[in-house]
C-alpha cells in the first residue's frame, strides 16, 4: 500500500518499511542486512514497557493551534497529556508564541460502551468540541478499546463533517497496531495528508517546510542568510497554514524517524521536493543537508558561502572541545535517526561511542532514497559502533549494558531511561531539544554541555551509592538480550 491517501489508515511500518525493534549486533551488521530485504525482527520473550502509537499522533496534532482533538478511548489512554500540554508550553515559550493549553479531549469509554459501542458518544463529544472551542478542524484518534470493539470512527467523523462543514478526520493509531510507536507520527501526517492538506494555487519558491518536533527556531536566521524562509509544522501551525504546505519550495526534515511519510507523501502527492540527504547533525551530515536544500531550491552559491562562514566560524572552538573531550566513552538511548545523528555528532567530537539503544530501525525511508538513511551515512563516515542494540525502550537491557560498559557519560532522548544513568553513578543528560544539536552551532553546544555534565561525576557517584536497583546481581550477570529470541 505505502503511501496510498485514498486509504482512511496508514500501513504500518513494520510492513510498509520492514522496520524493527529487535536487533543486537554492531551498527555495520544491521546496515548490511537492512540491505536486499534481509533484515529479520528478533523477537523479545521477555518485554517490560514500549510506547504508544497513539501517544506519538497525540502529540504532533495537540499542538495545531487552531484545532481540537478527541481521542476515542477509556480515560487512562490520555494519561499522558499533562506531559504533552508540559512539552506543549514549553515549546510556546520557546517560539514566542501566547500561552495556550492543549486541547484534547476524551471520550471515557468505559466498560459498558465495550459491549454497547461507542459511537454515540463520540458524536456527542464532537458536537462539544465544536460548541466549546469552534475550532478549524477535529482530529479524532483511536486507542485498542475503540478498535476492538469496532467502533466505525471514519463514518462517524464523515457524518459530522458535512453537519458542521469543517475538516473532521479520523486517525487510525490503535496502541496494538504497530509495536514501533512512530507509526503514529505516520498516522497523524496520514490525516493531514488525507483531509487537511489543498492543492498548491500560488508556489512559494522562498518557503520551505521544516518538519520538526517544538525546539528552538534554529532555522529563521539559518534559511534568512540564503534566502528562504522556514515553514515549521507540524507543532504550532494553524490548519491554514498545513493547508498550504503543498506550496512550498521544498521539504526538509530535522529527523527522517519522524518526517520520512510527510515528506515523501507531499513529494507523491503535490511535487514539493523532499531534502534526500542525512540529518543536519556533525559537520558532514550538515554540510551534504544544506548542499541538498540548496541544489533543490536554486541556492546552491549562498550555501556554499553559508557553509565556508559557518565552518570558519565554529573552528578553533571546535578544535578546544575536541581536545577536552577526545576518547571519552559515551552511551547513547534515541529514537532512529536521531540516535544516529548523536553518535555522529559525537564521534565529530572526537567521543567514543562506546554503543547504543536505538529505539527502533527502518531499514529504508519512504522515499526509498540511500541518500536519506542515517546509519548507513554514519558507518561509512564515522566508522561501526559496537554494541548497537535495537530496542523499545526495554530499561532491564540497558541497565545491564551499562553496568558492563560502565561509560563516561549516558544521553538520553526519553525521560524514563535517562533516571537509570545516575542510579549506576554515570553523568548522564537528557536531550529534548532536537535543534540543540543540529548544524555547525549544534556541535559546539553539545560539547559545551557535554563538559558541564562530565563534572557531575562525584554528585552521580554518591547518588549511585544511595540507590537500590530494581534488578538482581543474577540479571546483572546475565547476557543483556537473554531475552531477545530468533535467529537474525
Ligand atoms: S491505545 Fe492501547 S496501548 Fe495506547 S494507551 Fe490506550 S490502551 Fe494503552
Redesign the pocket.
Known amino acids: 500500500m505505502g503511501i496510498n491517501i485514498k486509504s482512511p489508515e496508514v500501513e504500518i511500518r513494520e510492513s510498509r518499511l520492514g522496520s524493527i525493534t529487535g536487533f543486537a549486533g554492531t551498527a555495520r551488521e544491521l546496515c548490511n542486512r537492512s540491505k536486499g530485504k534481509r533484515l529479520c525482527d528478533r523477537r523479545r520473550s521477555f518485554s517490560q514497557c514500549l510506547g ?4 506519538y499522533s497525540l502529540c504532533q496534532l495537540i499542538m495545531i493551534q487552531d484545532s481540537v482533538v478527541i481521542n476515542h ?2 480515560i ?2 490520555c ?1 499522558d497529556l499533562p506531559d504533552f500540554n508540559f512539552t506543549n508550553r514549553v515549546g510556546q515559550i520557546k517560539r514566542n508564541l501566547p500561552l495556550r493549553n492543549a486541547r484534547l479531549l476524551n471520550t471515557n469509554l468505559t466498560e459498558k460502551d465495550t459491549i454497547y459501542g461507542g459511537e454515540e458518544k463520540l458524536r456527542k463529544t464532537i458536537k462539544e468540541a465544536y460548541k466549546r472551542f469552534k475550532p478549524n478542524a477535529i482530529f479524532v484518534t ?4 475503540s478498535g476492538i470493539i469496532g467502533d466505525d470512527v471514519e463514518v462517524v467523523t464523515n457524518e459530522a463533517e458535512k453537519e458542521l462543514g469543517i475538516p473532521i478526520v479520523f486517525v487510525a ?4 497496531r504497530s509495536k514501533i510507536w512512530t507509526t503514529g507520527f505516520d498516522a497523524a501526517y496520514h490525516a493531514i495528508l488525507r483531509k487537511i492538506v489543498k492543492p498548491p494555487v500560488n508556489k512559494r519558491e522562498d518557503l520551505v517546510n521544516v518538519i520538526n518536533f517544538w525546539g528552538t527556531d534554529i532555522f529563521t536566521e539559518l534559511f534568512g542568510r540564503i534566502g528562504l524562509k522556514p515553514n515549521y509544522i507540524v507543532p504550532f501551525s494553524t490548519i491554514a497554514q498545513l493547508e498550504k504546505i503543498s506550496e512550498a519550495a521544498a521539504t526538509v526534515q530535522i529527523c527522517p524517524t519522524l518526517g520520512t511519510y510527510l515528506a515523501a507523501g507531499l513529494e507523491q502527492e503535490y511535487g514539493v521536493p523532499e531534502v534526500k540527504a542525512p540529518p543536519a547533525y556533525g559537520l558532514k551530515g550538515t554540510d551534504l543537508w544544506f548542499r541538498e536544500l540548496g541544489r533543490v531550491t536554486g541556492k546552491e552559491k549562498e550555501v556554499e558561502e553559508l557553509i565556508k562562514s559557518e565552518r570558519e566560524r565554529i573552528a578553533p572552538k571546535l578544535k578546544e572541545l575536541r581536545s577536552k573531550l577526545k576518547g571519552k566513552r559515551v552511551y547513547i538511548t534515541a529514537g532512529a535517526a536521531h540516535g544516529h545523528s548523536l553518535i555522529a555528532l559525537l564521534k565529530e567530537l572526537h567521543m567514543e561511542v562506546a554503543g547504543a539503544a536505538i529505539f527502533h530501525h527502518d531499514p529504508c525511508c519512504d522515499n526509498k532514497d540511500p541518500r536519506s538513511e542515517s546509519l548507513p551515512h554514519v558507518v561509512k563516515n564515522y566508522g561501526d559502533v559496537k554494541n548497537f542494540n535495537v530496542c523499545n525502550k526495554q530499561p532491564f537491557e540497558l541497565v545491564n549494558v551499562l553496568n558492563r560498559l560502565k561509560p563516561d557519560l549516558f544521553i538520553a532522548r526519553h525521560g524514563g531511561m535517562a533516571a537509570w544513568g545516575p542510579k549506576l553513578g554515570i553523568p548522564t543528560f537528557l536531550m529534548g531539544d532536537e535543534q540543540f544539536g543540529l548544524g555547525y552551532q549544534g556541535l559546539l553546544n553539545y560539547g559545551d554541555k557535554i563538559i558541564g555534565v562530565l563534572l557531575t561525576k562525584e554528585f552521580v557517584t554518591n547518588i549511585a551509592a544511595h540507590s537500590k536497583l530494581p534488578y538482581t546481581d543474577w540479571w546483572l550477570k546475565q547476557d543483556p538480550y537473554t531475552f531477545l529470541g530468533g535467529d537474525i
Open positions: 504508544c502509537n497513539s501517544g478511548a477509556p487512562g489512554c494519561a483511536t486507542s485498542c478499546a493509531c490503535e496502541g496494538f
